[in-house]
């Protein structure tokens, strides 16, 4: 069974860097497509970062620029790279995978905190 199981986040100062992970433990990584998305309290998920199995990246315009997302196949891993954070990030950042199937599996969330 896939489980995504996410690393990285916590606190940074607004201007710093922060790389994300999410490891899909249990899957071949063969997924449809993958990506990032965060949520605050109040509001809906958003997605960030979108990449798909062709390499394919979407970006919401709000961290264009700023943010990367990518991929590791050996490691079964995607990542979220993240610059010139700004207080608006600060949100519960989700990893989600989907398959060819249409299965999507989701990380369990981390907190992204961009305070002075």
């Known amino acids: 069974q896939v489980q995504p199981v996410q690393s990285g986040g916590g606190l940074v100062q607004p201007g710093g860097s922060l790389r994300l992970s999410c490891e899909a433990s249990?899957?071949?990584?063969?997924?449809?497509?993958m990506g990032w998305y965060r949520q605050v309290p109040g509001k809906q998920r958003e997605l960030v970062a979108g990449l798909t199995r062709n390499g394919d990246t979407t970006y919401a315009d709000s961290v264009k620029g700023r943010f990367t997302i990518s991929r590791d196949n050996a490691k079964s891993t995607v990542y979220l790279q993240m610059d010139s954070l700004k207080s608006e990030d600060t949100a519960v950042y989700y990893c989600a995978f989907y398959s060819r199937s249409g299965a999507d599996y989701w990380g369990q969330g981390t907190q992204v905190t961009v305070s002075s």
């Open positions: 249990g899957s071949n990584f063969s997924f449809n497509s």
